[in-house]
């Protein structure tokens, strides 16, 4: 899709992949942008970038998301879900609510403002992209249901686009670990190999809207394991074993707490 012009909704777009979004779309094009978190102090608005701060694990703050965009751009061209967060954690003990929370925000809302772009575009054309990741096919230690979350993405956008009108795309980005403050929040955990920078993967994603693709792998060393892997099913495996050891050795110190 063309993006000079275009009215854009961007959420997660404080910080990580979703700020580096934002400053590449708001240097490089002539197009009006939302920009949704729950922290908006380091989003810098102008004539053209509005900042939102809401919670979007509750769907009424997503519907107000979009009141607010339409209400401040005249529509709704592109939304990009990037918001989500992860733990990294060993999981002891049976928590609902622990559970719940990270699907609301890395599932959930996706999945709802999908929904919400098809009711307000009907049969016209839009976009619509949400962040997943590469743990959606390579789950990894420590990270049981933050790759549960994203391996649920994937499934809803593989059956959903079969839904969907002509020149209605739903695209998925899957990044590898992105060198941001992502992982400290995720609990000061390792950071797995490989990783990237944000602004090589808003880069990727750019490109991916203006070429309509439906998969958006920003890291070249992934795409190439994955087709490898085809042929040599050791190669995920190994990497996942190498990820455990990561994960048993930063327990190690916190077993005596």
């Known amino acids: 899709m063309e993006i000079n012009k275009k009215n854009i909704v961007i959420t997660g ?29 380091h989003i810098k608005e102008s004539a053209s970038v509005f900042a939102y701060q809401c919670d979007l694990g509750k769907p009424e703050n997503i519907d107000n998301l979009f009141d607010f965009a339409i209400s401040k751009m005249g529509g709704i061209d592109i939304f990009i879900a990037n918001a989500g967060f992860a733990y990294y954690e060993k999981i002891d003990k049976p928590d609902w609510d622990h559970i719940h929370k990270i699907y609301e925000i890395n599932t959930f809302s996706p999945i709802y403002a999908a929904e919400k ?29 933050y790759s549960s ?11 959903y686009r ?20 992502f992982f400290n929040v995720a609990g000061g ?16 994603v750019i490109k991916g809207i203006l ?18 892997d085809r042929f040599l099913p050791f190669i995920m495996r190994t990497e ?6 990561k994960f048993k050795t930063w327990l190690a110190p916190k077993k005596g707490n």
């Not at 792998?217 to 490898?228: C, G, H």
């Open 13 to 41: 777009a404080g910080s990580g992949i979703g700020q580096a979004i934002l400053n590449h779309l708001n240097f490089m094009f002539d197009c009006k942008i939302t920009a949704a978190d729950l922290n908006t102090n």
């Open 117 to 145: 772009m098809k009711q307000l575009h009907g049969a016209q054309p839009y976009t619509m992209v949400a962040t997943a990741s590469a743990m959606a096919f390579l789950p990894l230690a420590g990270y049981a249901l």
């Open 149 to 159: 979350t994203k391996a649920a993405l994937n499934g809803f956008a593989l059956a």
């Open 162 to 181: 079969h839904e969907l009108n002509k020149n209605q795309k739903l695209q998925i980005v899957y990044p590898i670990a992105t060198r941001t403050k």
């Open 189 to 204: 955990s390792p950071l797995p190999w490989p990783s990237q920078t944000a602004e090589a993967v808003s880069q990727k």
């Open 211 to 228: 070429n309509n693709r439906e998969t958006i792998i920003p890291s070249r060393i992934y795409s190439a394991l994955r087709f490898l």
């Open 240 to 245: 996942a074993f190498i990820e455990a050891r």
